[in-house]
C-alpha cells in the first residue's frame, strides 16, 4: 500500500511540474505602440472671414476610441489642445478602427463602433459659444513593439457635421424715393436638425420648415411664420434680431452666421411657393420694410442649393424693391440682387442672380 501511495504522489508531482513549465514558456501577449495625431480641419479660410461666433473652428476637447477588428470598444482617451498628438503604448497587435470627437458630450457609454458612427446627432449640441461638435476616423494596423523600433501611426482630421450660410451685408437699392430701409430680422429656413455622429446616411427633421413655426409649414396664416426668435427652431444657430435702419445707397454690414446640417436639395426638386410639405432648399431670409407709417413687412428669401457640411456661403443682398408676403416664396424678379461667395476649400467661385 505505501508504495502505491508513493508512486500516485510521484505522479501528481509530475503533473504539476508540466503544468508550471507550460505556464512558463506560454508566450506573451504581443504589444505595440500607437501614435495618434489629431488635426482640425474646420477652419473657415474665407478672404473675409471675421469668424462672428469665435467659436466655429475650435478644438475644446478630443475624445479618442479604438475599436478593434471586431468593432468592440478597445480603449478610450481624452485629450484637449488645437494641435494634439498622442502616443498609447501597450496595444495589442492588430486591425483597429481609430475614432475621434470633439466638443461632444462624453461618450463613457459606447461600447462598439456601430454605436457611435449611428449615434443620433441633433443640431442643437453646436453651440456657437462653446465649440461646435466635429468628428474623424481612420484605421491602422498596430505591430509588435518587438518586430518594429517605430510606432503605428494614425492621424485624423476632424470636421464639422454643420454647413454655415453667413449674412455678410444689406445694401439700400430702393429708389431715393422710398427713403430709409427698416432691417427687422434674419433667419435661416428649410435647414436640417438631426444627424449622426458618423455623417452617414441624410439628415432630417427640417427647421423652420417653409419659414414657419414649428408644426405650421402647411399654414397660410401671417401668424404662423417665423418674426422674432421665440418663433424659430434652434434659434441660437438659425436666427438673428437685426433691428437695423440703412439709408438709401448705403451698404451695412452685418456678418452674423447661421448653421443647418446638409441639405443636398436642388433647384429641380425645391418646392418655392410658400405653404409646402414637400422638399425645400434651404434659405437665408432676411425681414425688413420701408416707406412711411404703418409699413408693410417684406421677407427677401434666397436659396443655397445643396447646402454640404463644413462649407461656408456668405451672403450679401442689394433690396431694391418690395420682397415677398410669405418667407418661402419667390421675390420678384428685379427687386433683389444677391451675390452668394463659397468657401474655396472645394473650387467655390461667385454666383451672381436676381432674385
Not at 435647414?191 to 413655426?213: D, H, L, M, Q
Not at 409646402?276 to 421677407?299: D, F, H, I, P
Not at 443655397?304 to 418690395?322: A, C, H
Request: net charge negative.
Amino acid at each position: 500500500m505505501k508504495r502505491c501511495y508513493h508512486l500516485v504522489a510521484a505522479a501528481v508531482l509530475m503533473t504539476c511540474l508540466a503544468a508550471c513549465n507550460e505556464c512558463e514558456t506560454q508566450p506573451e501577449p504581443a504589444e505595440g505602440v500607437l501614435s495618434v495625431s489629431v488635426r482640425n480641419g474646420a477652419a473657415f479660410y474665407t478672404k473675409a472671414d471675421t469668424s462672428p461666433s469665435g467659436k466655429d473652428a475650435d478644438l475644446r476637447d478630443v475624445q479618442l476610441l479604438l475599436f478593434s477588428s471586431d468593432g468592440s470598444l478597445y480603449r478610450r482617451e481624452t485629450c484637449s489642445g488645437s494641435s494634439l498628438t498622442l502616443t498609447l503604448e501597450r496595444i495589442k497587435t492588430g486591425y483597429y478602427d481609430v475614432v475621434a470627437v470633439a466638443n461632444a458630450p462624453a461618450l463613457t457609454d459606447v461600447l462598439n463602433l456601430a454605436e457611435i458612427t449611428e449615434r443620433e446627432l441633433p443640431l442643437s449640441l453646436n453651440d456657437p459659444e462653446q465649440g461646435f461638435v466635429m468628428y474623424g476616423q481612420t484605421s491602422v494596423v498596430v505591430t509588435s513593439a518587438k518586430e518594429s523600433a517605430t510606432a503605428a501611426r494614425a492621424e485624423i482630421t476632424v470636421t464639422r457635421h454643420v454647413g454655415r450660410v453667413r449674412l455678410t451685408t444689406v445694401q439700400n437699392g430702393l429708389p431715393a424715393a422710398y427713403g430709409t430701409l427698416r432691417v427687422d430680422c434674419a433667419f435661416l429656413e428649410n435647414g436640417f436638425g438631426t444627424w449622426n455622429y458618423g455623417g452617414t446616411g441624410a439628415p432630417s427633421g427640417y427647421v423652420n420648415y417653409a419659414g414657419r413655426k414649428a408644426g405650421k409649414n402647411t399654414s397660410a396664416v401671417a401668424a404662423d411664420f417665423i418674426a422674432a426668435e421665440s418663433d424659430a427652431d434652434c434659434a441660437a444657430l438659425t436666427f438673428r434680431s437685426l433691428d437695423k435702419t440703412v439709408t438709401n445707397g448705403v451698404t451695412e454690414t452685418v456678418n452674423h452666421p447661421f448653421y443647418s446640417f446638409p441639405n443636398s436639395l436642388t433647384a429641380d426638386g425645391d418646392h418655392f411657393s410658400g405653404a409646402t410639405s414637400e422638399a425645400a432648399c434651404v434659405r437665408l431670409v432676411v425681414k425688413a420694410s420701408y416707406g412711411e407709417g404703418n409699413a408693410q413687412c417684406w421677407y427677401y428669401p434666397v436659396t443655397i442649393e445643396n447646402l454640404e457640411r463644413n462649407k461656408t456661403y456668405d451672403v450679401s443682398f442689394i433690396i431694391r424693391g418690395p420682397g415677398s408676403p410669405d418667407p418661402n416664396q419667390q421675390v420678384e424678379n428685379g427687386n433683389l440682387d444677391v451675390v452668394i461667395s463659397v468657401d474655396p476649400w472645394n473650387d467655390g467661385g461667385d454666383f451672381n442672380g436676381d432674385f
